[in-house]
């Protein structure tokens, strides 16, 4: 073969505002109306608020036949096809923040704020679409079904059990729990149960962060003069944020309970990967200073950055400083992803951003981290999708000095 | 000079249970006898809950006469000499949590479950006891006054001008600031202008951390079972809070505007410190994919680096792995800390530790992490010090090879 097979471990899809209604639940409907108005506001706000409106707009201009494919099947078929993408992991929100699904049940999932009820009735509305989405070709989509699971777990595990059924062996849950059980808690059993045995992987994605702290709210209240440096903490902070349930559930002893758990951070870089196990393993061996604390680590039969590797994959855009640090991350851990069509993502230049990262990386890595790692992670058939990279998949050669 | 000038930037005094009634104001007195008996039975429930009576007993057991030190003026003498340390940082908290001043005024400091007006009486009470500890021997102690600054920074910057008035130089201040403004709100500002102008030195001293969360509550019921995992997901996050502040400092454009500002990370390891360096400046510097986000960085002048290096000094115990890391680390930004008189202090075995650590570093470098970076940052009189460290100081060619 000498066509990559690329699967792209981070993608984005979401219908347009109101889409979403005819997917609700009726007693939903009339609560949609509402919000859907207030969602519009709030992004408008935002966009104020950091005065980027022009960036998103200019991003949007010219671009409007090929970002449709956040929710339309041809369009988004051939965007990927011209992108050498043959599969993806597909994450709701669309076109920035314009094709969230209702009630906060987007990538910004938290309970914080939100309505039981109405976030599990948004969810499943986005669920009910994705499962559509994916069945036009199951074979190049994996769809990540939204799972508030803090709410109720026993919920969460029908939900579950429901997108499994519907063709989508993927969930997200809450980055950020708020006042409900941290991931190391014993309620949760459950979920790790029913998604070992069903071979469904949990996803974290980026986006979520202590941003109440960073802006005075969240979102931002349109009256009120957001602190200087704001921003820059987000920036700085959020990647902590979606790899912080790692902690809970390494010593938790969830990957020693369930040592076939799948659990993947997207979007969340890689390059915090070697010194967080570094540190993780340092605590967990230089014990003897910390005697005072008692035991800690006799429930665990492996060392932390064991069950990472085992455990757990990260999913990036693959940045040059994460391809030279790949062998400390774990090869085998690393998944390329496009972010399409996020304006941050590498559409409409993945060919170039691909090669910057990739040129010094030998072809047996490159082939696991643009997809092979992805494949057996997600259960792709790498033979199904061959003719397809045969005729889209970037050249290997290209990616050689 | 044939000896090490070596000063501890991070050591504890506090008085025994008890001890602090007399230096409380008289109205206090009442609510002291009351919150006395809870925080001895605090620390019995902790002891018991993580099996570590007996390690600590054990700590205790036979070390009676130099663990007084905590709080008597000879005993903390003789044992400092003994390790060959010649000037001392010194923070709340004596004995694992037998010293603590009352009021949650020690080094969890924290406003969370806090009454303002008591843990502000708490704090000074310790203070007035610390000025005259600090008294006993100015030319070998730092004395870092307790300032509970989130409740009220009037109260704080008068805090900070009476410690200053008393010969304390430094202050510490809460690395959890609950539900009151992160550090990087304009509403401190009087304290970063009083402390630059008055040259005191800010602290964040490790122990607070997300607590409840890891615990399910803090300190733990004693009736209630703790989650598998809190102590190690406690003992992984912990120097992330304790640096967390900084993050906030430095976007907030702290030292962009208070340019002497000296800020101090204690006890929180410092092998955080290069990816934590190499995050920031990155944020800094890709902005472009962050275009979305709008401009967060024209209000700095100088990289996130730049103002570490320059206004940011770390104090541990320099384990070996620190050492090895300390260029990227700053060689000028690193402090060595003995953490006497805690159970994971150097002490006993001070000698043998820094050896340990120290062999492969040349011989400037160990004068500046040993102590010449804090007789510089903290202003200690070397040559007044000479004639002691001539007599206790650690000679240098036990730190060759």
């Not at 309970?257 to 540190?279: C, H, M, Q, R």
Request: hydrophobic residues 40%; negative net charge.
């Amino acid at each position: 073969m000498d066509r990559h097979l690329v699967i792209s471990a981070d993608c984005h899809a979401g219908l347009p505002p109101g889409g979403y209604r005819d997917y609700l639940d009726p007693q939903h409907r009339d609560a949609f109306d509402v919000a859907l108005t207030q969602q519009l506001a709030i992004t408008r706000d935002f966009e104020e608020h950091f005065l980027v409106k022009e960036i998103n707009d200019d991003w949007r201009r010219g671009n409007e036949k090929d970002l449709c494919g956040a929710w339309d099947h041809d369009a988004r078929i051939r965007v990927l096809d011209g992108d050498g993408i043959a599969g993806e992991v597909v994450f709701p929100d669309g076109i920035t923040e314009m094709n969230a699904p209702p009630f906060g049940a987007g990538i910004g999932l938290s309970p914080r704020g939100a309505n039981r009820e109405l976030q599990w009735a948004g969810a499943r509305s986005h669920n009910r679409w994705l499962a559509e989405l994916v069945e036009m070709a199951p074979e190049r989509r994996e769809g990540v079904a939204i799972v508030p699971a803090t709410w109720d777990v026993e919920e969460a595990v029908r939900e579950v059990r429901w997108a499994r059924g519907k063709g989508l062996g993927s969930i997200m849950i809450p980055v950020i729990w708020g006042d409900h059980a941290p991931y190391h808690h014993s309620v949760y059993r459950p979920l790790w149960a029913v998604c070992e045995e069903l071979e469904v992987v949990i996803h974290f994605h980026s986006g979520p962060a202590d941003s109440e702290q960073y802006f005075g709210s969240w979102p931002p209240d349109p009256g009120s003069e957001i602190p200087r440096g704001a921003m820059g903490i987000y920036v700085s902070e959020v990647a902590w944020w979606v790899a912080r349930p790692l902690t809970f559930l390494i010593w938790g002893g969830v990957f020693e309970d369930f040592p076939k758990l799948k659990v993947a951070i997207t979007e969340g870089t890689a390059n915090w990967v070697p010194s967080y196990l570094e540190l993780l393993d340092q605590r967990a061996t230089a014990h003897a200073g910390n005697a005072k604390l008692g035991d800690y680590t006799s429930h665990l039969s492996l060392m932390p950055s064991e069950y990472f590797a085992r455990n757990i994959r990260v999913a990036t855009m693959v940045a040059p400083r994460e391809a030279e640090l790949r062998h400390e991350i774990g090869v085998g851990n690393l998944m390329w992803g496009s972010d399409y069509p996020h304006p941050e993502g590498t559409w409409p230049n993945t060919d170039s951003r691909m090669r910057d990262s990739l040129l010094d990386v030998p072809e047996p890595e490159a082939v696991a981290i643009l997809g092979g790692n992805a494949a057996d992670w997600y259960g792709f058939d790498a033979g199904k999708l061959a003719p397809l990279v045969a005729r889209i998949g970037p050249e290997k050669r290209r990616f050689a000095r």
